[in-house]
């Protein structure tokens, strides 16, 4: 075996996430095991325009007993029952130990609705209605940044009820908070590491004070890969979604802008918006064809943890040591083998790390044969 030239579709091997710097298993050769777990239910795709019974709907009344205004757009509403709430807050008691703290979180919780139709999804929206969607992102995203006391907006989305979403009514979240959560600052201190670095010179773009971006060099690494190889679903005029090479849910997909290091959805230019609307529009329509269901992940953005304060409207952006940050989405999705079995990350990967069987390449090439057209529209197998 010492002598067998290495196949990392076929030989297992470790892969590590320089965004978190946390490793994860790939073993290929374990794809063709059988399966005898547990099978999902069929998500529904039979559903009414409108769901007198949905917290959700135009006109309706939520759980907390307020009412829904009869809304013909995007629609978003403090969360009836947030994680984090309003300052002020108490102040935390005193320590009984040093391994036994208490940090007192302060923030507000939204809801942001997509649509009014309660049968739709992202990948069902045409680009104008995604736009949208776009814009309200970056309203709430400014708004509750700006707010005194808020350190970090986390802008996501659970879709499908093995993801823990309760409404099927096409709908995210934003969690504003007085910290930054451990993920986001995870990646923060690693983007910035990189960018003190001194790697090779690249063609990518820069980040502030003309330093090298962890991201920027990554996205022009796999567009430079050859396609039918790599790991690039689709690209556009400004914004790429690939496999990454770190990937631990079967067909994840990191999405970002590769053109310009972006630090946050208020950099996007008009044009870029409308690339983000086309690229969020295929991206979710292949992985709803890849199994002919309407496919379940939890999304979120990360970006510069809040906006840029008016009273630093003249630092420029090289100036602003916050710009390391990369605008850049993470589609998680659990599903494995078809529409009813789902990745499970459990026993070995609760106790020593993430594992995957399918190679990100493997799935990369899978989600490129889907086609672009929506199953339900009349899409070709692939």
Same mark, same amino acid.
């Given at each position: 075996?010492?002598?067998?030239? /290495?196949?990392?579709?076929?030989?297992?091997?470790?892969?590590?996430?320089?965004?978190?710097?946390?490793? =994860? +298993?790939?073993?290929?050769?374990?794809?063709?095991?059988?399966?005898?777990?547990?099978?999902e239910p069929p998500q529904a795709v039979n559903l009414p325009r409108h769901d007198p019974q949905c917290y959700l709907c135009p006109g309706n009344e939520r759980a907390g007993g307020l009412r829904n205004d009869a809304y013909e757009s995007t629609y978003n509403f403090v969360n009836d029952y947030a994680a984090v709430l309003p300052p002020?807050?108490? #102040?935390? %008691?005193?320590? %009984?130990?040093?391994?036994?703290?208490?940090?007192?979180v302060q923030g507000g919780c939204d809801v942001i609705v997509f649509h009014p139709r309660h049968d739709l999804t992202l990948a069902r929206l045409s680009l104008e209605e995604i736009g949208k969607v776009i814009e309200q992102w970056c309203a709430i995203y400014q708004t509750r940044g700006s707010q005194e006391g808020i350190e970090y907006v986390q802008i996501f989305e659970n879709k499908g009820a093995m993801m823990g979403c !309760?409404?099927?009514?096409?709908?995210?979240?934003?969690? !504003? +908070?007085?910290?930054?959560?451990?993920?986001?600052?995870?990646? @923060?201190?690693? +983007?910035?590491?990189?960018?003190?670095? &001194? %790697?090779?010179?690249?063609?990518?773009?820069?980040?502030?004070?003309?330093?090298p971006c962890l991201l920027c060099e990554y996205a022009h690494f796999e567009i430079d890969v050859p396609h039918d190889t790599g790991r690039v679903v689709f690209k556009n005029e400004h914004w790429v979604a690939l496999v990454p090479w770190w990937a631990i849910?079967?067909?994840? *997909?990191? @999405?970002?802008?590769?053109?310009?290091?972006?630090?946050?959805?208020? $950099?996007?230019?008009?044009?870029?918006?409308?690339?983000?609307?086309? *690229?969020?529009?295929?991206?979710?329509?292949?992985? &709803?064809?890849?199994?002919?269901?309407? /496919?379940?992940? !939890?999304?979120? #953005?990360?970006?510069?943890?809040?906006?840029?304060?008016?009273?630093?409207?003249?630092?420029? &952006?090289?100036? &602003?040591?916050?710009?390391?940050? $990369? @605008?850049?989405?993470?589609?998680?999705?659990? +599903?494995?083998?078809?529409?009813? =079995?789902?990745?499970f990350l459990v026993g070995f990967e609760l106790m020593g790390e993430p594992q995957r069987d399918l190679t990100p390449e493997q799935a990369a090439q899978r989600l490129r044969d889907c086609s672009e057209v929506h199953y339900l529209d009349g899409a070709a197998e692939p």
């Open positions: 075996m010492a002598n067998t030239p /290495f196949d990392s579709s076929t030989h297992p091997h470790r892969r590590v996430n320089p965004l978190t710097n946390e490793h =994860v +298993l790939v073993s290929p050769h374990r794809t063709k095991r059988p399966w005898q777990g547990q099978t002020p807050g108490p #102040i935390a %008691p005193p320590s %009984p130990h040093p391994l036994l703290t208490t940090e007192p !309760s409404n099927p009514h096409p709908h995210g979240q934003a969690w !504003s +908070l007085s910290v930054v959560p451990t993920l986001p600052a995870t990646e @923060l201190a690693n +983007l910035t590491k990189y960018s003190l670095s &001194d %790697p090779a010179p690249s063609a990518a773009p820069k980040g502030p004070k003309n330093r849910w079967p067909f994840e *997909i990191l @999405l970002l802008p590769y053109k310009r290091h972006v630090p946050s959805i208020s $950099h996007l230019t008009a044009n870029e918006k409308n690339s983000f609307a086309q *690229i969020l529009s295929n991206v979710t329509k292949r992985y &709803d064809n890849l199994f002919s269901c309407s /496919f379940a992940y !939890s999304m979120g #953005i990360h970006q510069r943890p809040v906006p840029r304060p008016e009273s630093a409207a003249l630092i420029s &952006d090289e100036e &602003d040591e916050e710009n390391v940050a $990369h @605008l850049h989405l993470h589609f998680a999705p659990p +599903l494995l083998r078809s529409a009813s =079995v789902r990745k």
